[in-house]
Structures are given as structure tokens and as C-alpha cells.
């Protein structure tokens, strides 16, 4: 059996991986890091897991490169960046939750993450880790670059059809406040965040580099969005909302949409428009197609979960698919509803 | 003293009338019905208007059509049709937050509304009540069509520059779920609209049609718009994100909008996205305007409270133009926050 | 394998059923029934259940005695006491979430529930579903009386020591709005509910008699509390602060709680006051024990899903029992965490 | 016109009193201070009070000591204790919304705020800031000590029977999260307190010996209360639930309090448990009075807003009694509601 490391595993996803893991069949997670907790039980920094089967792990500051056969990285870019190569030296399996290997473009990193890229064989070695998709890559990959949230709900909202798109694409999203991670600031605290709602980051957000790269990749020419970010107050849950000028019928798109997702089993396509509390705590993202006759635009509406199938709920797939084990193990379960 | 009544005092646009008349200095409350809550008084119903200066009156179920001078109707947009000839035919002022006289196209009633209207010259007398734009016809209304809410804070957002729009305007919007009114379904019990979020009437929706016609009518050109609601769970709230093209810079937009609101007491252009607890229980619409290089696109976001500006406190402002007294009587307060 | 009806499976304890038996390996669902849904497909009307194994089930709205071997009832109180009998007439294995079997002494029906119990025999053999406490006589049970939330959560807080309390019990509870059920009422809409918190049935609710007959006949004395419910605003969760005089150290009950409950997979003795994110959409009951020193109290703080160990996941562990299965079948799971 | 400070106006406490000042027609704010936000406008660091009255107020660093007339000082307890020295000596009015001169029992400060009290004399003369009961004495007061929110909230609700309560007081109180300030901790960010309830400070909370000592100052009997405070996941509100033997029936209970309190502008004799939404954002503090036969217990529960009538409200309440003007004026409003 596998050991796996949950590297940062006192944030929102590094939590969240260990509560998946904590029912996964088929790995051993051996090591835990967090500086804030170092040297504390699991239970007792995290009292609903209580009761697991990690409930005694400690966790360390420090990383034992050697000591697990996957990596899950949950730290900073550009904490990721540099582990991710030591990782690799070693001969490990590395997914990595930050944007470190996300994107091929380097000049992305400078203007969006403030770092410079130093690794060309390890960024281009990188498969990113859309199992939809990129599946066939990610069986043989020894690096997951994990997309982030906001690029999974839109990139398979837009992938079967991303090559017949004609003209704009507007994207308003509704991410719940845990996409900001467990980040120590006014705007987050519950006073503040409770009852509120806003646009952000709308000159601009790290995402948009990341989802035009994947979506002109995908289809052979160049794409820009114009992507709005907003936060609503739930802990979990995203909404993307997505207009697009394309010259098929709506009835046609859901055609193409059924045939390329047919066999997948976390991409449901909806008859209503999907509810975020619907996928909130699953590896689902529902996908909802519909058209305006008067505009002529498609709307493409997705859900997802920003911690499960926008982060570490996929994490798991990803390491599922290079473990060559059912896709699905540890991730078939539905929402908490209501 | 003018005398007024609520008619339909126990839906949340009528106790939110209430909320506000119960500080208004110049006028009397004198009339309250609601079927429901016949025979109770006021702080029994509500008790946190209990030690208010209304907190005896009585709910009457029927409607004493002579009683008062100024009649706010929250009532079903049907049954608002009809009173409304009853009380003009009476000589009194109706301020009806229905949508019964706010488009001059009679079809659009058969269409989205489900019955025919049949008084043209009232809805040919009924002044749009958007102070900003229309103040000077207010003045002189006997009949005020209270505008909706997403329509408040949508043409609010592009009036200074609807006539230099070029081509698609794509709207975005968030409302907190009060805007369903006090209306009995499953999807607005707590547990399920609590941590969710969706669009919805994504095909079709009541408020495009108004929103459409006021926008053409300003412009003198015939204006479709791609409109998408979506629920957000907050009782208060709404914000618009809408996408224009247009053939001017951010900067002159900006300048255009100043010019334009510069009097206006209720209108505060952001230098930040707004957030909907800034306007929560106030009249204002805080409006910010930024530009996607990129796409060329300009991004126009406002905030409104959708039982205030969007509805109430708009309605309580149309009166005040009407008496020839402050606008701003009864109006001036800020939301709590946090 | 056994066939599995959920009676009333459109309401929240219905449908919390329906998503634990979708992760369960040893039973078989094969009747849903809801007069509101009727000829419906699950996935239909509850989306977040599409692509669960039983989400091609139709709503019926008629009940087939026959073709279950064990039904689930989350019906109205007096609905159940009638189809229990039915059902015992053909040899099925009820478990009743309803309170119609829960209490020996049968005035409380006429006094608390409007009914009069018409089955002596039937009440007397229904076995109260607390499997901590009652599991020798659930293995042989064909009717359960689910316990009621507050009841639980109530109960396994003072069991341990339930024959040692002096004096005076003064219970405070908090549930989730999901408690009051799917309930189309005023004070139940979001916009009502949001940002609210009170307490409610101060003067009688229909739990302080099911929770003193229990107390009363694990104690063999007669037992009165003070028992105050209140909402507050999430879906889920239930939290019972309970003060009580005992000539216990608080290390000594300590003791007897870890020695009483050493077996139990869904008891958590906590360090902490537990909090209720710890236990929502899980079956764990989290109790923590404290005493003060300046007035001699005891006091226990326990924490459950009111839909979890209070109501739907208890109920499977009464299943379980019942036929001899892995007690914690389709129950391992941990809270939606953050 | 008086001159009024806000010193550490960029706190919850500090920006309501803000809030509230801007519509108060008798003094004149001139001086905000904030390290955090030093330098800035004040519309520019909280947009939602962008067009009122103190729109353009700097915030400084420093505090200047003699250009008001009125110091509300929203500090940490160790700063005001010598803040309020200093002006005193300069002979300012100080109205304290920390802890430091509430307590005339010296021991308390080390023991619970880890300092010690070196100023007898102001602590001998500062006044308790509860104008219900200590009004005669705040008209006289230099140093108002402005109680804290479940002092406030708990004294209210026992004060007209307190020298008859016979035994046990158990109070059980609900806040919401704006009471930990604007404090940045895990424990408060939106994902985490998001759903969550949970009790807290079980074993010792700073304000149980000011309850105390308030209560046995006012009985001349030394009062032991069990105090347990509880999160509920709210920004503003506060319950207290608290159950009293006494031997007065509900009836001449409640006849004592509205003979009591039938002069007070605030308090508010509720026939219904009161709900937190019904005095949000007021200065209200409304009281439920009821008896439990069986056990012959009085409950008695109060709510209140914990940044209005818990803090800044009442702080402005106690500044009107000091100049002599309307104690309401500022004060009159409504809760947002729903």
C-alpha cells in the first residue's frame, strides 16, 4: 500500500484531503506537516476527525522527503515550486495544489505570482491534472499540476464545444470564502464576509492566465476571457455562469456535451440550472446548457465544490488515475442536503 | 399631515414601508391591510416595531379607498391593476410597487405577467418612478409604477452612457432571497436556501422586458440585453455585474457618470467593487465602472438593497418628490456593519 | 438482501435516508413514497442524488405493505401509529422516525400530540431506538421508536450518571432550522430565519416528556427537567448545555463516561466544548463534561446532526442492529470540514 | 456643540458609535483614531458610510487630547486604564467601552484581565454605564464604565427582582461574532464559524464577576451565577436565557418589571420569546418573563444587540444622559427586519 504525505495539511485543502483520504481504501497517509500545529495529534487540532483512522497522526514542521511515495502539496506557489523539484529528485509523485506547474507560459509566473520559473523540464514534464481531459497524461505522470477552482468549473464547461467558440466569452463566478484559503484578514472574518456579497480581483485574477492558456491549448488558437470573480457567503461551492457566441444550437451543444462526458463519472449534465449546495462536499461538477433566442448567446452554467472537485477531492482522482486503482475510490458520496 | 396607507403591509416591501414611515416626519400612517393579520395590531405581528409610533394600528383586510391621500400598493401585480383605477378614480396617489403600470407595451403583460391590461390612459399617465431619471415627471404623477429591483439597479448603471452603447450588454446579477417575497416554497426555507446559490429563470424572467423597454426607450434605439438572476443566500442584497461594449475610455465613463449623479444624494460612484452589505438597508446604489483591456470590454457593477433602493425606500423617495419635500426625508441612514 | 421502503421520503429525514442508503452495501432500496412527488424519478427532484444507485427510483404515492421487508416511516405522528400496525399485521420491520412509539405512558399522546393511542400491545413492544442504551433489545425489535433529536443528544449526555443526579436538570438546546422539518411557514423562510436566534415552545414541548420518561426509567426515580429549545440559524446541528447537581467530581464522570461508552463508534468524549461543524451530516454524539466550582455544577455540553444520530443515521444503526450487520454500515463518515 | 472623540474607531465598537453619530444632531465627532488605517479618509476604509456627515474624517495615530470634549475609547482594557487617566487630568468626559473601570473590586483585574489596577480614585468614581439603573449617578459622571454586552444584557433582565431571587441563577447566552471584535483568529474566519455553534469560556469568562459583582451590589447579597456562553453564527444579536428560583409568580414578575421599567425608552416587556433579528441594530433591550410549573423555575429571556445596546448604542445613550439632551436622540430606529 501506498504512503502518502499531506504536505501543509492544516489548510482548507490539506484538511480536506485527509478527510478523503481517511476513507480511502487503497493508501497509507504516513505524514502530515503544518508549522502552526507542529507536534500536535490530528484530533486534536482537528476534532471532527476525531475518531478516524489518521486521528493520532502528529503533525511536523518539517518534510521527510523520503519517507512517502505520494506527495500532496498544499503550501504557497512558490513553496510548491521549489519542494515540488526536491520531490522529483527523489523519485516521489508529486501533486501540487498551487498554481506552480499549472502553467507552460513562464512569463504567467513574473506578472501573476510575483516569482520566476526556474524549472523548464520539470514545468513542461508537469501533466495538469483535469482527469476529464487529460486523463491518458495523468496515468503516466510523476507531477500533477492541480488545476485551480475556478479553471475546473469553467474548462469543463467549456471543452467539448471549446474549439467551435466563435466570438466572446463572459465569465461571472460565485466562489464561496473558503477559496481563500484559511488567510488571516479582515475581509474574511465572519462579521465582515456574513451577509455580503462582491466582485474581486476584476482588473485581474491569477485565473485568467491559467484558464485562457488551457482553453487556447485545447483549441488550437488563441482565446481571452473576460472573467469576473465574486464572493458569496458560504463556506463551499462555486458557480460559473458563462456566455458564449457559438454557431450551434443549444439542443446540439447538450449533444456533444452527453456524448464527450458519457462515461464520466463526476460530470453530470443538468435539466436546471445547478445549485452549488447540490455538489458542495462531492467530486461533482454539474453542467447546465442553455440558449437566448433573442441574443443568440449560450449559457453555460457549471457547479462544483471550490474544496472537492476544485481542489482536493480531484487531487484524490488524479492520484487515483496514477495509481491505476478505480477513479473513484474515496469519492463516491453526495452532498449534505439540506 | 398627509395621511398614507400600506395596502399589503404585511408582505416584506410593506413592513419595510413601515420600518421607514415609522422616522418619516412629515407624514401619517393611518392605513394598514393585510389579510392574513386582520384585526391584530402592528407590534404583535412585528414585534421589532413594537415602541414604534405605528405599533397600535390595526390590520384591516379591506381597503378604505378614502381614508388616506397616498396609497402604496404591495399587492400581486393583478390585483394592483385594478385598485389602482379605484383610487385614481377617487383622486388619490398611488405609488404601486407592482409592476401593473411600469411598461408602456401592453403585450409584455399577456406575455410575462398572464393577464390583459386593459387601462391605457393610466398606463399612459403612470410615471416610472427612477427619481434619478425621471424626477421631473414625478412631480407631477398621480401614479407611480415603482420600478423592480434588478431594473433599479441595472438602468441605474447605464443610464449616464445608455444612448453611446454599442452592442451587447450581458448582466449578471445576485439578489438576496427577500426579493421572492414572503412567498411559501420549499427552495425558500432556510435549509435549503441556506449555503446555496443558482441562477434561475434563466430563460425567461419578468424583469428583462422592463429593463429592455426603459433602456430603449433612453436610448431611442431598440436595446436586448442577456439577463441572468441568481440567487445568493442573504435576505438583502442585490448586485448587477454588466459587460457593454462601448466607444468610450473607463476614465470618460466615470467622468459622465459624476457629471451626471453629481446632485444626486442616493448615488455614491465606488472606487471599489461594491458590496451589498455597504447598501443593505439603505436607499443608495453604489455603482463602480472599470475596463478589461484585453476584451475592450467595460465592466459596470452596482449594489443596491433590493427591499430598499430596489423597492421601499425608493418608493418612500418618489413620495417625498411628489409632497415637494426633502427627498431625502426618512432616507437618511447607513447599513449596519458589520 | 433485504428491501429497504422509505415512507415520507421527500422530507429532510426522508431524504437523509436516502443518502446514507445510497453508500450502504447490504440493503436494497426498493419503495420511495411521496404524495407530493408522486410519479417522479429521485434524481428528478432531488438533483443532488443524480448518479446515486438509486436514482432512477419513481415517488409512489400509496404504499405497498408487501414489498419491503423494513420500512423507514417519516410521517406525521398520528400516520405512523396506524401504518406500524399495519405494517406488524404483515410481519415487516418498522422503524418509526414519528414519535407514536416512544413513550409508554400513553396520556402523553392526548396531552403533547393530539391522539389517542389506540395499540397497548404494539407500544409496548416498540423498543426505543438508542442503540448505546437499548442495543440488546433493538437486535430483537420489529418495531423501533426512533428517538426524537433533542431526546438523543439529551440523553447520551446523562446516561452514564443518569442514577447519581441530585437535583435539578436545567436544559438549554440549540438545533438547525432542519429540525422543524420541510415546513412551509413564516418563520422558517430564509430571509426570517437568517441572522435570527430565538428560543421557542418555552412552555411545553413534546420532547420534555419523552426525555423524562427515559431519564426517569434509566434512573428508576422520577425526573423532571427544564428543558429550553432554541433555532438559530444553520440547517443543521443540535447543541444541548445541560447544568446538573451530582456528587461526582467532574474527573470521576469523566470516568464513567469513557468506561461506559469505551465500545461505542459514535460517541466522542471531547476535550473541548464540541462544536457543531464537528458533527453535521455524521452520526457522532460529541460530549464534553465540566463542573464549576463556585456553585457545584456539573455541566455536560453534548453536540449531534438533529438529521444525523438524531433522527435518519440513528435510525440505520437501528437497522443495522436489527440484522445483524456491521453496526457503523454506511455511518463512517466525518463532517463537511470547514 | 460638544467635540467628540472615537479612539480606536476602526473596531466593531468604534465604527458603530461612527454609525450612529452621523445621524445625531447635538455633537460633533473631530477626532478618529486608528493605528491600522492612520492617515486614511474614513469613506475610503469603510465605503458604507461614503456620503455621510464624517465622510472625510482622517484617521490619526495619535491621540490629541484636548480637541474634544468627549472620549468613547474602543481599546484594548490595558490601554484604556491609562488612556482614561490622562484624560481625566485634562478634564475630559471618558466614556470607556473596555473593561478597566467597571469593576470596583481591584482583585478582579489580575485575575481576569492580567493587570492591576493602580488608579483607586477614578475606579472608586467611574459610574456603571446602564442607564436603567444607575441614571441619577451617569448625569453626574466624568468616567462612564460602559458594561459589557452580557452584563448588559443579563443585568437587565434580573434587575427589577434581584434582591428577591432566592437560588440558583443559570444563564445561558447566545452572541453573536462581532462580540470578539474585529480579532483575527481561525476560530472567526467565515468558513469556520460558517454553520458552527459551540459553547465557549466555559470555565471562566471575564464577564461573570461583573455580573456578579453588579448583582450583589444591587441585592446587598452575594450573588454566585453559572454563566455559559455561546457562539451562534450570527454578526450582531445576543441572547440570554436564564433560569432563577424565586418566589414571586410570572405574573407579579412581569407586573414588577413593567411598573420598572415603564418610563424607559429601551426596554421592551415582550409577550413573546424576543428574537435577535427584532433588535439588531437598535439600542432595544427586549425581556420574556414565563415560569415552568413542574420545576417552579422563573425564566427570564433578554436580547439585545451586542454592538448596540451591548456597547455602543448604550455608550451613546449614557453621552445623552451626561449633556442633558434627549437620551434618545441617535437611538431611534428599527431592526433591519427581514
Request: hydrophobic letters at 40%; charged letters at 25%.
Amino acid at each position: 500500500m501506498k504512503n502518502v504525505a499531506v504536505i501543509g495539511a492544516s489548510g482548507y485543502t490539506g484538511i480536506e484531503l485527509l478527510r478523503i483520504l481517511s476513507n480511502h481504501r487503497y493508501v497509507n497517509v504516513n505524514q502530515i506537516t503544518s508549522r502552526q500545529y507542529k507536534g500536535k495529534a490530528l484530533k486534536d487540532v482537528f476534532p471532527f476527525l476525531y475518531k478516524s483512522k489518521y486521528q493520532d497522526l502528529i503533525f511536523t514542521e518539517d518534510i521527510d522527503l523520503e519517507k512517502s511515495d505520494i506527495y500532496f502539496l498544499c503550501l504557497p506557489h512558490d513553496a510548491s515550486l521549489h519542494i515540488t523539484k526536491s520531490l522529483k529528485d527523489k523519485g516521489k509523485i508529486v501533486i501540487d495544489l498551487s498554481a506552480a506547474y499549472r502553467i507552460k507560459d513562464k512569463s504567467v509566473y513574473l506578472d501573476y505570482y510575483n516569482f520566476e520559473h526556474p524549472y523548464d523540464d520539470l514545468l513542461n514534464e508537469a501533466v495538469y491534472g483535469l482527469p476529464e481531459i487529460y486523463r491518458e497524461d495523468i496515468k503516466k505522470a510523476t507531477i500533477i499540476a492541480n488545476p485551480g477552482c475556478y479553471p475546473t468549473s469553467i474548462i469543463l464547461a467549456l471543452y467539448p464545444v471549446v474549439d467551435k467558440i466563435e466570438d466572446i466569452i463572459i465569465i461571472n463566478s460565485l466562489s464561496g470564502i473558503s477559496g481563500a484559503g484559511r488567510h488571516l484578514k479582515e475581509d474574511f472574518l465572519y462579521p465582515e464576509a456574513f451577509s455580503n456579497a462582491y466582485a474581486y480581483s476584476v482588473e485581474k485574477h491569477r485565473h485568467t492566465p491559467e484558464i485562457e492558456f488551457i482553453l487556447s491549448d485545447l483549441s488550437k488558437k488563441n482565446i481571452n476571457i473576460r472573467f469576473i470573480p465574486h464572493i458569496i457567503p458560504v463556506s463551499r461551492g462555486m458557480l460559473s455562469t458563462i456566455n458564449i457566441k457559438i454557431n450551434l444550437s443549444k439542443d446540439e451543444i447538450i449533444q456533444i456535451f452527453k456524448e464527450k462526458y458519457k462515461n464520466e463519472p463526476f460530470i453530470r449534465i443538468s435539466d436546471k440550472p445547478p445549485r452549488i449546495k447540490e455538489v458542495a462536499g462531492t467530486n461533482f461538477c454539474d453542467i447546465y446548457i442553455t440558449e437566448d433566442k433573442k441574443t443568440g448567446l449560450i449559457t453555460i452554467i457549471s457547479a462544483i465544490d471550490n474544496l472537492g472537485k476544485g481542489a482536493s477531492s480531484q487531487a484524490i482522482q488524479n492520484m487515483n488515475i496514477i495509481l491505476n486503482i478505480d477513479e473513484t475510490e474515496g469519492l463516491i458520496n453526495y452532498s449534505i442536503w439540506p
